[in-house]
């Protein structure tokens, strides 16, 4: 039997309980609206329920004018303000990011996370439309259905981003206009020194010889820097043009190491090549790997001592044409194997120093990527080292970036 000292502690613990829950909702919502990435909670009709203090600082407006509107109204929908109809009655609902992907998630009970848009809501400010990261999560409420929309404003990112490509653009076009415009005057300078060098402006001295030898050699040193700059730049942003037809591999395997024989012969290297005649066809740019296999037999051969040996093995296996490239020359280091494709990066080598851009290895690996082929290395320091490239007979399944348009790219910042 309920007395009444009962009756008031039950009262009592229930105050106690309707206390300590009020206290954590409001817990709760202190730590819902401390969120800095605008929050809102939304029904299955698009209304939205809950939102927290970034939202409102988001829409320049208070919680009422928010709280129990529709997404569309609440978010000042550019069209609901000229077609004068409620949001998800206008002809352009169908591409609102917003609510198409809110609807989505509702329909089937999927998440959807860093979805990128530039809002089409006016935002008080008419002029703005501002970048925005939406993430949705689905949850249950008290049998009801509800999302959770998080959306972060990622604007200042995005015009970041658009100006560091204009700077990177700008960047690209002086490279380029100053790597095409010394290309004239060492042409020139090149025919000069050759005219000179054959006696036609007379006879030279032992001495005059030797200072235009050297004046030649570092004509061509620059010549191929910029070359390869250029190749760069145009492999980099995807934009180099490529002749991917039918070749026969054995033609183009020949081609490329019958150029290399006298380089080989000059540096006192044996070169060895094996390869079936009858290795096949396959569909790539004839020409781009004949720079391929040039780039690593020279390299090869100018990294192995006199007397050493540089072997190129090519087959076919399955689908791919297998080249390989070993020499006995003094191996790469171990710590500097991950960085060999890296731009402009060269290996550290005490009493031998290799004259070079540091773009070779990065241009192979990128034709090769073009080709949607892979190229591996294995070395070992004293012993010598091994390229194996893999090319398939088949062309590339993504052409269109590698077959645009033949222009110059955006960027050759270093990583």
């Known amino acids: 039997m309920n007395t009444p000292d009962n009756i008031a502690d039950e009262n009592i613990v229930e105050t106690s309980v309707e206390h300590l829950i009020e206290r954590k909702r409001k817990n709760l919502e202190a730590i819902f609206d401390s969120i800095p990435v605008g929050l809102l909670l939304i029904d299955e009709n698009l209304i939205i329920v809950r939102v927290n203090n970034a939202i409102r600082k988001l829409l320049k407006k208070d919680y009422p004018e928010i709280i129990n509107r529709h997404i569309g109204d609440a978010f000042d929908c550019a069209t609901i303000k000229t077609d004068f109809k409620g949001c998800g009655r206008c002809a352009r609902c169908g591409d609102c990011c917003m609510t198409q992907n809110i609807k989505r998630v509702f329909l089937t009970g999927q998440a959807i996370s860093e979805f990128e848009f530039q809002s089409a809501t006016h935002f008080i400010d008419r002029s703005n439309k501002p970048w925005l990261s939406m993430n949705i999560q689905p949850i249950v409420l008290e049998d009801k259905k509800y999302a959770v929309v998080c959306l972060d404003d990622i604007s200042a990112k995005k015009y970041a981003e658009e100006k560091l490509l204009e700077m990177m653009e700008l960047k690209a076009q002086f490279i380029s206009t100053v790597s095409h415009e010394l290309r004239t005057p060492l042409t020139a300078i090149r025919e000069g020194i050759s005219i000179v060098m054959d006696g036609i402006a007379g006879k030279l001295k032992p001495k005059q010889r030797e200072f235009l030898e050297l004046s030649k050699r570092n004509v061509d040193r620059l010549s191929m820097l910029i070359n390869d700059v250029l190749d760069f730049q145009k492999l980099e942003s995807g934009r180099m043009k ?57 390299n090869a051969i100018k990294f192995t001592p006199q007397g050493g040996s540089v072997t190129l093995d090519a087959a076919r296996q399955n689908d791919e044409i297998v080249i390989t490239v070993t020499d006995t020359g003094m191996g790469i280091p171990k710590d500097d194997l991950p960085k060999i494709f890296e731009r402009f990066y060269r290996v550290k080598r005490p009493g031998k120093e290799i004259q070079g851009t540091g773009l070779g290895l990065p241009i192979v690996a990128q034709i090769i990527t073009q080709h949607n082929g892979r190229i591996l290395v294995d070395s070992e320091t004293g012993k010598g080292t091994t390229f194996t490239v893999y090319l398939p007979t088949t062309p590339p399944k993504d052409e269109p970036n590698t077959l645009a348009d033949e222009t110059l790219e955006k960027t050759i910042l270093p990583q």
């Open 242 to 298: 490529f002749d991917l037809s039918p070749n026969d591999a054995a033609r183009t395997i020949h081609d490329a190491t019958d150029t290399m024989k006298l380089f080989a012969d000059k540096h006192k290297v044996k070169m060895f090549v094996n390869f079936a005649p009858d290795i096949g066809q396959a569909i790539f740019d004839h020409n781009k790997i004949i720079q391929v296999i040039t780039n690593l037999l020279s």
